[in-house]
């Protein structure tokens, strides 16, 4: 990891097309700006675990194992709807 000190109104270059320049800093927090081409994500680093989670989620979901589990859950709660006549299902 590289560390470095910058001042407001400084910036760094990364890869030649990222820069991160600082905005502003107070006691607890460093504002942060970043210019960066469109084809380049930038994320907080909280933001791109939750992405990812949801990647591997939908990814989970489109499996045909888990399809199939869903129909038939679903087949099941619709025979108890059925079965005690008012909309509901007992689980």
């Given amino acids: 990891m590289l560390v470095i000190r910058r ?4 910036a760094i270059v990364v890869g030649g097309d990222v820069e991160i320049e600082i905005i502003e800093i ?3 927090r460093v504002k942060l700006g970043v210019t960066a081409p469109r084809g380049i994500s ?6 791109a675990a939750v992405a990812s989670e949801n990647r591997s989620a939908a990814a989970f979901l489109t499996t045909g194992a888990v399809q ?3 129909v038939r859950l679903l087949d099941k709660v619709s025979g108890k709807m059925a079965k005690n006549g008012n909309g509901t299902a007992d689980m």
């Fill in 26 to 28: 107070s006691r607890t």
């Fill in 42 to 47: 930038v994320l907080r680093r909280e933001a």
């Fill in 7 to 10: 001042r407001a109104g400084e």
């Fill in 68 to 70: 199939t589990d869903l």
